[in-house]
């Protein structure tokens, strides 16, 4: 039997003095696995604790035509988050990302168009490959988590929550971020969630950017009357001098105005 990986990515929303758990199941086959847990965190104000962290971010093909590269060398093995998209023309060769575990090679296939948030195990000694063709461009980058510690870290990160409103802020747009003249490649995190009702009222999330053309986050989100939250993570570049803007709006009869109790977090990691 080959290699089997398996990854979750989830954006979830932990309630004060609560603690998330992980567990696993299985048929008692008696498989050896390995399972591994890693987690960033977004909070308003307070201090940073980036300092268990460190990155790697780039684009291919670089200035020397090069599209094969090797972007990070484990010395032991660790875990990591690998972010990634393409641009460019959608022919038959598909960049792809490529890794290897305790347990061996791994790849991941990011079309043009596409875009891969993927949490990888990395074995010591290995490396982690970007792959891409003539006529795409692919950008990544990769968060290597360390022993979490206090401190500042490599990242730029703008958080926004709205707690318990009863109010949509349509036609209001809140300004989260400004990018410089170079514009920005960010990994967006968005959710909305709110109190279940008789379900006739469900509340939206809309984030907004220029030159937008990723999905989903692109799209709104949309919280169901019967209280499942509905969230989103992606990698977007943000475009010279420009702002990423979010509102939220009632899904059925008017946009704005009374809505059932609602929370809503949008949160910016800037690379």
């Known amino acids: 039997m080959g290699n089997c990986y398996i990854s979750l990515l989830e954006k979830i929303r932990v309630h004060a003095g609560t603690t998330p758990t992980v567990e696993t199941e299985g048929d008692n086959n008696r498989f050896l696995y390995s399972l591994y847990v890693s987690g960033l965190g977004f909070w ?3 201090t940073q604790g980036q300092g268990g962290l460190s990155e790697v971010t780039g684009e291919l093909p670089n200035q020397d035509l090069v599209y094969v590269l090797p972007v990070y060398k484990a010395s032991g093995s660790t875990t990591a988050l690998l972010v990634a998209y393409s641009t460019g023309y959608a022919g038959l060769d598909v960049p792809y990302l490529s890794w290897t575990d305790e347990n061996g090679y791994n790849a991941l296939a990011v079309p043009v168009g596409a875009s891969a948030v993927v949490p990888v195990r990395i074995a010591g000694g290995t490396k982690v490959w970007i792959h891409t063709y003539p006529g795409d461009t692919t950008w990544y980058a990769l968060i290597v ?6 401190g500042t870290g490599p990242f730029g990160d703008y958080e926004a929550n709205l707690l318990d409103w009863t109010s949509a802020t349509y036609p209001n747009w809140q300004t989260l971020f400004t990018t410089g003249s170079a514009g920005s490649n960010i990994l967006l995190l968005s959710e909305v969630t709110q109190s279940a009702n008789d379900g006739i009222v469900g509340e939206g999330l809309q984030v907004h950017w220029t030159n937008q053309t990723a999905v989903p ?10 209280g499942i939250p509905a969230s989103c993570v992606l990698p977007v570049f943000v475009g010279s001098n420009s702002t990423v803007q979010f509102r939220t709006y009632n899904t059925t009869g008017l946009a704005w105005g009374p809505s059932p109790t609602y929370s809503a977090e949008v949160d910016v990691l800037q690379f």
Do not use: H, M
């Open 145 to 150: 988590f360390g022993e979490p510690a206090t």
């Open 44 to 46: 308003p104000s307070g």
């Open 217 to 226: 986050c692109a799209a709104a989100l949309a919280a169901g009357p019967s």
